[in-house]
């Protein structure tokens, strides 16, 4: 282990003034810079050093600042940057809205970062034909807006629903709180036009609701986290949009209680979009900074329902609430209007911003425990365990879960100043990493590896990593892409700089 090498606040606060005062300048980066201008445009380069910090953070409280950051807005422009990237070597970092929680939308040193946010355009709707054609940075909530006006909806649901693109959770394949029930976002993906890093541009798919014509690239691309191609147009399958909504929300006086009532509820025919748990510590500090009135319990589930029913739709509420009471939930509270479904849904989504009122300083990390699936029949034990662990190294944290599909969120609050935080945090990760794949578990449900699971990737993987990684290097043989991430390119991550620090030392794992 090396030294840990710590500056105060002020000398950090310090080097951030000195950095904002230097300007970048195209000579800066060298003349191999200006095929971007001619692609591009000047305008749609960012070269400022105080720009570019904006561009150096994700989720995880990790730190790398690229070169530049350019904003394409053809496929065209997309292929003519990474055939200069290709030739001159440059390592390119696709980008969405940055919401990662693994690193890896993060770029390397002297990366050159392509913000998608510019390609977000709709480009059809076919009602008829229930797909939808997009460019990869528009937002679910934009694309929602517009399929409502045609009665339609894609289902996929995540947190970060207002700023997350389509493009970022198709190269994460991410999972989102329906899952349950309409599955990850790899269900919903029917074809792709994705720039490989030589330039060529493919398409992989179709434009039809079933095809398995030759192999399913589309699904090699999916979930990929930009190491193999940049995805420029999304064909999405789309659905009626349900006529009626309710959440059933109950609360339990143990975690076994609530963890039973969740899996019967996933089982019993319902159908439910999503089965949801939360900690004593995510509904007390919630309820009590937010004023809900919410009962004490030591755990609550959330359970929402969809349809085309009323009456079918009151029957499975009446299940579901009947569940609960039969497993020891002590009240239950049913919304069926937006405004009610999303006060039971506080308790779940608002606890970022309740532990930053409660606890100035501190914020949430995004670790390699962020997101474990388990089996469903050991989620209690392993949520308990987790608690322990927690408790033993003093780690301020809370847990939720998906716990309709297993997987469970362990949310750790720190203050990233404290170096004895995060060394005991680190500590803890291991342990919980060790206890998940012990009851055959994935170290990642929906999040991806990126860089903070790329150490622990190989223990789950095996020998299917190197099977990854020579599928990288065809498709890449330079390795441009998004170098770094899903231990591809390297078993053991670099060591980060940390945000709080211009320079910080951790254990190697």
């Known amino acids: 282990m090396q030294h840990l090498e710590l500056l105060s606040r002020s000398a950090v606060e310090e080097e951030i003034l000195k950095s904002s005062r230097r300007r970048s300048r195209i000579g800066d980066l060298g003349t191999n810079i200006q095929p971007l201008i001619e692609i591009v445009g000047r305008e749609n380069i960012l070269l400022d050093d105080v720009d570019l910090l904006c561009y150096s953070r994700d989720l995880t409280p990790y730190s790398f ?20 990237a290709n030739r001159e070597k440059v390592p390119v970092t696709p980008r969405g809205s940055g919401a990662s929680f693994t690193g890896s939308s993060l770029p390397r040193e002297n990366s050159v970062v392509l913000d998608m946010s510019k390609m977000d355009k709709i480009k059809d709707i076919q009602p008829e034909n229930l797909i939808a054609i997009v460019e990869p ?120 209680e609530a963890l039973r009532a969740s899996m019967e509820t996933a089982r019993c025919g319902v159908n439910p979009s999503a089965v949801e748990f939360v900690d004593r510590t995510a509904l007390e500090t919630v309820n009590r900074v937010e004023n809900l009135g919410f009962p004490e319990a030591e755990a609550m589930v959330i359970v929402d329902l969809d349809g085309h029913s009323k009456g079918v739709l009151d029957e499975q509420v009446k299940t579901v609430a009947d569940i609960c009471l039969k497993n020891g939930g002590k009240e239950v509270q049913v919304a069926y209007d ?39 029949s050991r989620m209690a034990e392993v949520i308990e365990e987790m608690q322990r662990i927690f408790k033993r190294h003093k780690i301020t944290s809370i847990i939720l879960a998906h716990a309709g599909v ?81 231990a591809l390119d390297t078993a053991i991550r670099d060591v980060p700089g940390h945000i709080a620090f211009p320079k910080y030392q951790m254990d190697v794992v």
Not at 65 to 84: D, G, H, Y
Not at 147 to 176: E, Q, R, W
Not at 177 to 204: A, D, F, Q, S
Not at 357 to 371: K, L, N, S, T
């Open 65 to 84: 600042k690229p070169r530049a950051v350019v904003f394409p807005q053809t496929t065209e422009q997309v292929s003519k940057i990474l055939i200069w």
């Open 137 to 256: 940075g528009i937002t679910v909530d934009k694309l929602n807006r517009e399929l409502k006006k045609f009665s339609l909806t894609f289902p996929h649901d995540v947190g970060s629903h207002d700023v997350s693109t389509i493009g970022g959770m198709v190269a994460s394949n991410s999972h989102g709180h329906h899952g349950l029930k309409y599955g990850p976002i790899k269900n919903w993906i029917l074809g792709l036009e994705v720039v490989l890093p030589t330039g060529k541009v493919v398409r992989v798919g179709s434009r039809v609701l079933r095809s398995n014509c030759g192999y399913n690239l589309t699904q090699l691309f999916i979930g990929s986290e930009g190491t193999l191609g940049i995805i420029t147009e999304v064909t999405l399958n789309v659905i009626p949009l349900p006529s009626y909504k309710a959440s059933v929300a109950s609360f339990f006086n143990s975690v076994r």
């Open 338 to 376: 937006e405004e009610g479904i999303r006060r039971l849904w506080k308790p779940r989504l608002d606890i970022d911003i309740a532990m930053t009122r409660e606890r100035p300083g501190y914020r949430e990390v995004g670790m390699a425990i962020a997101d474990p699936c388990v089996p469903l």
């Open 406 to 486: 297993g997987i469970i969120h362990p949310a750790i609050f720190i203050d990233v100043n404290d170096e004895h935080q995060w060394r005991a945090l680190k500590k803890a990760e291991r342990e919980i990493v060790n206890l998940v794949l012990g009851v055959g578990g994935s170290i990642t449900g929906e999040h991806g590896v990126g860089i903070v699971k790329a150490p622990f990737a190989e223990l789950e993987l095996g020998e299917s990593l190197e099977i990854m990684r020579r599928i990288k290097r065809l498709l890449d043989p330079n390795g441009i892409l998004n170098p770094g991430k899903m």
